[in-house]
């Protein structure tokens, strides 16, 4: 059945009550092997590797809420996106986002590229330099919208023009698909650290990737089995339960990050504020056409090493840690945390200074997240 709400459909599809006992969660299925009734004659259902119905209800789920025909699980997001570069063969040419996750840049940079893939990285905000950076073995186009932690924007329609026979790749981790569905502008394929906020809890690590592309998913069943990297069944179960607030968690994350966005950007400590949802982000246009709401990221610029530090001691509400999109806000250092492994020269060329904090904004109440980063800044 298919719905024409985004909450519907993410309570309802691949959410069924179960037809054994009528269960209205979909039972975990925490089976590693299944019993078969004599050599060759089985349900469909042989080794939990290769097949697992709270993974395939998980998958079936995603896969509706992204517009796509098929979604894989994954142990991590990194797994979900080291298993779609196993898409392409030694040789082959991959143009990525300049202004990636560090840990994407360093799977292609450190890893990959030792088995013969190639790179380069470009400004993904201007169209044209995908278009220049096209070679006759380009086979993937691979950028993230907005990007860690710098917010800047790929028109994703604009450059999917330009892919030729390439298979264009979103990480859509930042926007859920409660904000933004890039296989309908294009793209073939969908990757999410579900981690962040398609999990949302902070309780997990998990990975997923979507895709309408009929050849794609073949290949994508064939590898997820082959290179095995799935994740149990219990972290699928939790995907389920979580993924049902996904709409009303993704407009609380907005609301209050827009409110603290504004806070920010007329506070005379903090020089610059990096939120796709102010009319002073330079693609607050493309923003609002490519989305359906700003999420949740904000990225400041303190000015200084010593008032990021300084901001990070003195925030209370806000946790300091890695990752972002849960229901309790965090605020991270990416030159220290996050984006240690980005070469110091790109991490200068994209903004990402000494001063730069990133805010994942949570749920919590607004007021206690105004006033704790009004005192945090008092402190700097
Ligand atoms: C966290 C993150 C990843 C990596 O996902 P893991 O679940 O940590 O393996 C990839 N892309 C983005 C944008 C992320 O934020």
Redesign the pocket.
Known sequence: MTYKGFATTAIHVGQEPDPVTGAVTVPLYQTSTYAQEEIGVHKGYEYARTHNLTRAKWEQNLAALEKGTHAFAFG??????DTVMKLLSAGDHVIAAED??G??FRLFDKILRRFGMEFTYVDMTNPDNVKQAIKPNTKMIYT?SPT?PMMMLTDLAAVAAHKGSALMVV?N??MSPYFQQPLTLGADIV??????YLGGHSDL???IVATNHAAVAEQLTFLQNAAGAIPGPFDCWLCLRSIKTLAVRMKQHEANALEIAKFCAAHPKIQKVYYPGLETHPQYELAKRQMRGFGAMISLELGSKAAAVAFSRAIKVFTLAE???GVESLVCYPVGM?HGSVPPETRAKLGITEGLIRLSVGIEDVEDLLADVEQALASI
């Open positions: 991590s997001g990194l797994a979900a996106i990636m996750y840990g994407t993230e860690n990480d981790t930042f990757i999410h650290s579900a981690t962040k690590v998990h990975g990752s972002l999109g996050t």
